[in-house]
């Protein structure tokens, strides 16, 4: 069995490290020329983890170097560029090749590459993310501005920023992360704010040198982590206030407003900076200082939309031109693109964009039915708000390995059964009015107006995979048009 993966992000590289463990030959094809993915692309400055950095390590590749808390982005990609070296992933990764189509053969995956070659896998598995292709803005103008404009993603670290007036547009967390950052470095800057969010202010001390030491022993480490477990608890409420109603949501409603009165004490700008929309339902920014810092004599917030760009800056909802050298477009993601625009033709000429035309949905994040082995990890239904990364891919990859053993065993590609497929997505969309989620539109909201994302606990998205049944898979034949070909018993 051979396993193409696309992407060397956090999820591919996670997988490619089981995939050596259980000798599995595999490759992974890489389109830019390192590992790391998002964290490659994004080093916009103040870019830090916004969880606790150490359930965002590799639980059996501890490195404990973390400089803070929530640690810079660069400490991330640092530690993701050696991972790939240390487990002897690199040899196995096909660095600037993107993979243009995957195609079905009647008995394996034909990967089609930038160059026009082709390989052939058993099993291929997109690990390509979720923020990885740059929303541009929708207003009309943005090819007229004179002066330097970048997506927060592409930020452009040979420009010299001193000086300079910029315009940041977007307050998801790329866009309070930078706004945090420039200013408390001096720089004037406009922040533009169509829609205020809730900001949770999180202090981000120093992990000390003694700490990382210390960190370094197991019991020690083991008391450590229930003690950031307990402040996780304190700071951000029990899960449960996001799944459903309750003294719990009403508790965490009270702390966010409160923290804003405490901190924002012009009551004018506070009304403006309250969101309108209910806490909880965005993904909530965090931020030691985003406060203090919109309320430096060099930061000025600019509430309301944009109406357009323009040769000398932005302007605003009441046609009021601000003036700007750069503009860094916070505007987040096409987060439900997943591998597109590579095409994926399965069997019968199902293609991924003719499956997903009315919306994403996948069988439990991981998988497609009509596509025989062709895997996701963390694809639409992922509890990309609510478990840390590796802790999500914990719970994937388990479940992947133990059906490539299937398949490896059985000689005979797997795919999820529509009625499995239907089954899960209809008792996840029926959970998900109760979330926060549904409680306004964000990025996790399809084009039907539903969130793709994880209702229910941790320990359920857990507790999914053990109790998995793999009746809810088909069989398809080795050979012959791709005809399911009944379940595996
Ligand atoms: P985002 O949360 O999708 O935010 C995009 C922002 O751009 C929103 O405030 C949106 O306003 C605004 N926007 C978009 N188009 C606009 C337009 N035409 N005019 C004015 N404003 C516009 O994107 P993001 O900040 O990049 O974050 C995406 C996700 O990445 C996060 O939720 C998080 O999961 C992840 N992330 C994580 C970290 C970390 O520390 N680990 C850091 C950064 C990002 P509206 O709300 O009005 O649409």
Redesign the pocket.
Same mark, same amino acid.
């Given at each position: 069995m051979r396993v193409g993966i696309i992407g060397a992000g956090m999820s591919g590289l996670y997988f490619a490290y089981h995939l050596g463990e259980a000798g599995i030959p595999y490759r992974i094809f890489e389109k830019r020329e390192a590992p790391g993915g998002?964290w490659h692309d @994004?080093n916009y400055p103040g =870019?830090?983890?916004?969880?606790i950095t150490r359930s965002y390590e590799f639980p059996f590749a501890r490195k404990n170097y973390w400089s803070k808390r !929530?640690a810079p982005?660069s400490e991330v990609q640092r530690y993701l560029t050696e991972f790939a070296r240390e487990q002897k992933i690199n040899p196995n990764i096909r660095f600037a090749t993107e993979v243009r189509a995957a195609t079905w053969e009647g008995e394996s995956w034909v990967l089609t590459l930038d160059g026009g070659e082709t390989e052939t896998f058993d099993v291929v598995v997109a690990a390509t993310g979720f =923020?990885r292709v740059p929303?541009q #803005?929708?207003?009309p103008g943005t090819d007229t501005f004179a002066g330097a404009s970048f997506h927060?993603?592409e930020w452009d670290h040979d420009l010299d920023l001193t000086g300079k007036r910029i315009g940041v547009?977007?307050?998801?967390?790329?866009? %309070?992360?930078i706004v945090s950052e420039l200013g408390k470095q001096g720089h004037r800057v406009k922040h533009?704010? &169509?829609?205020p969010?809730w900001i949770q202010v999180k202090e981000n001390p120093k992990i000390s040198l003694v700490e990382r030491l210390l960190l370094r022993v197991p019991v020690l480490a083991g008391h450590w982590d229930r003690k950031m477990a307990e402040l996780r608890l304190a700071t951000d409420g029990p899960e449960a206030w996001k799944l459903s109603p309750g003294p719990e949501r009403d508790e965490m409603n009270r702390r966010f407003r409160d923290k804003l009165v405490e901190e924002i004490p012009d009551p004018e700008l506070r009304e403006k900076l309250t969101p309108k929309e209910p806490l909880g339902c965005? &993904?909530i #920014?965090?931020s030691p200082d985003y406060y203090r810092v919109v309320q430096l004599p060099n930061v000025e917030p600019v509430f309301g939309? %944009?109406q357009r760009a323009e040769e000398g800056g932005l302007v605003d909802a009441d046609g009021g031109l601000h003036e700007l050298d750069v503009i860094v !477009?916070?505007?987040?993601?096409d987060?439900h693109a997943y591998m597109r625009p590579m095409d994926v033709i399965g069997p019968d000429g199902l293609t991924i964009d003719k499956m997903w035309s009315e919306g994403v949905y996948s069988y439990r994040g991981v998988a497609l039915p009509g596509m025989p082995n062709f895997f996701l990890l963390n694809g639409p239904f992922a509890p990309? @708000?609510s478990v840390a990364i590796p802790t999500c891919l914990r719970d994937e990859v388990g479940f992947l390995m133990r059906l490539l053993e299937t398949i490896k065993a059985d000689g005979l590609p797997l795919a999820p059964t529509e009625r499995a497929t239907e089954a899960f997505c209809n008792g996840v969309r029926q959970a998900l009015p109760e979330t926060t989620y549904s409680l306004c539109?964000?990025?996790y909201t399809d084009q039907g107006g539903t969130p793709i994302i994880w209702p229910f606990s941790r320990q359920e998205h857990a507790d999914q995979y053990a109790a998995v049944s793999l009746s809810d898979f088909e069989r398809y034949p080795a050979r012959g048009g791709g005809v399911p070909a009944g379940s595996p018993t």
């Open positions: 998002t @994004n =870019l830090h983890v916004d969880v !929530y982005g =923020l929303k #803005p929708t207003f927060s993603s547009v977007g307050t998801g967390s790329s866009g %309070i992360q533009f704010i &169509r829609t969010q965005k &993904r #920014p965090k939309g %944009i !477009y916070a505007t987040g993601f987060t990309v @708000n539109d964000n990025w």
